[in-house]
Every structure is written in structure tokens, then in C-alpha cells.
């Protein structure tokens, strides 16, 4: 059995699930994202919650992933996701350089230009 499989994914209110065979569409504040799950495994919208429930045992070993995919799509039109990232050491350093490229100071010969993707935010401290 899978632990993590059997947990029902609980869908927030202001998101929009819809299943259609193998593709789960969710939309919420934060955006629309379609995640396939894998075949055997299928999506069940019950009470609120959505539960991932397998065919039969042989597809036990991906029963817990296609919970987390579904989980981590309904999570991330919800809340988005974050990442920290901790820069140690001496003289290195991050700056924001205008409001679309993170200059990284890292011990190179040179600072390091990353400009970012659209729809990320970075807020250095």
C-alpha cells in the first residue's frame, strides 16, 4: 500500500478541477496547470477532495507519484512556489540590477548576469 497514494489531495475553494481521462486540469488564483498522470492511476473528485486510486497492485510503485503530481499542481495555483536560496561565503554577494537581472558575485573573474524568466519574482535581503 501506498502511504502517500492513499492521502486525499483536499481542493481549496477558488480552484477548478477538471479531470478528462488521464490529464487533470487545475486553475486557480495563480494560473491553469495540466498534469498528465500515468496510466493505471486514475483521479477521482470526491467530498471536496481529490483521491488518486490505482487499478490494481501492479501500479503500486507509481501510485504515490501521481498523488504528488496532482498535489503539487493543485498547490501550486494556490500558493506558487518558493525557492530560498543562502549565498556563504566571503565576497559573495547577489544584487538585483533593475527590476529583471540578478547579478551573482561568486569568485569568477567577472560577475555573473541572470536575467530572469517572465512571472518570477526575486527579492534579495
Do not use: C
Request: hydrophobic content about 40%; aromatic content about 4%.
Amino acid at each position: 500500500m501506498s502511504r502517500i497514494g492513499k492521502k486525499p489531495i483536499p481542493v481549496p475553494s477558488g480552484v477548478k478541477v477538471n479531470i478528462q481521462g488521464n490529464l487533470v486540469s487545475v486553475q486557480g488564483p495563480k494560473g491553469k496547470l495540466d498534469t498528465p498522470v500515468p496510466t493505471g492511476i486514475k483521479v477521482e473528485q470526491k467530498d471536496g477532495h481529490l483521491v488518486a486510486v490505482r487499478e490494481n497492485d501492479s501500479q503500486a510503485a507509481i501510485h504515490g507519484l501521481a498523488r504528488a503530481l496532482v498535489f503539487n499542481a493543485v498547490e501550486g495555483v494556490t500558493n506558487g512556489w518558493k525557492k530560498e536560496l543562502e549565498i556563504v561565503g566571503i565576497g559573495y554577494r547577489v544584487e538585483m540590477k533593475g527590476k529583471g537581472t540578478v547579478v551573482f558575485t561568486l569568485g569568477f573573474s567577472h560577475p555573473i548576469e541572470f536575467p530572469l524568466p517572465a512571472g518570477i519574482d526575486v527579492a534579495v535581503d
